[in-house]
């Protein structure tokens, strides 16, 4: 079982940036992929980024446009997003997730495809 901790959340100004972090723990997961999603009341929760583990290999939602990275440190066991240029479309709850299955371009974006969840952390992006 991995265990995932998302920090880094808060209120910012459109156009602002955040970074989230994501710390897992539990077992060895050097093989799985790495996911952001995003979740607003009502809605469906959405795929935003993800990243590899082993390889970098990463994926954006179409709404990313550029402005958000994902990226890893494999030593501190973490995932960020780095979150530019924010709309107050953004504004969500965002949550990691960790996929033990195979992960490509045709899967990565289906929430049923992860296994483990993080808590979920509020991102408001004011006008």
């Known amino acids: 079982q991995v265990q995932l901790v998302e920090s880094g959340g808060g209120l910012v100004q459109a156009g602002g940036s955040l970074r989230l972090s994501c710390v897992a723990s539990g077992r060895s997961f050097a093989s799985y992929f790495m996911g952001w999603f995003r979740e607003v009341t009502g809605k469906e929760r959405e795929f935003v980024s993800g990243i590899r583990w082993s390889g970098g290999t990463t994926y954006y939602g179409d709404f990313v446009k550029g402005r958000f990275t994902t990226s890893r440190d494999n030593a501190r066991n973490t995932v960020y997003l780095q979150m530019n240029k924010l709309e107050p479309e953004n504004t969500a709850v965002y949550y990691c997730?960790?996929?033990?299955?195979?992960?490509?371009?045709?899967?990565?974006?289906?929430?049923?495809?992860?296994?483990?969840w993080g808590q979920g952390i509020q991102v408001t992006v004011s006008s």
């Open positions: 997730a960790v996929a033990r299955g195979i992960i490509n371009s045709q899967n990565h974006a289906d929430a049923r495809e992860y296994d483990s």
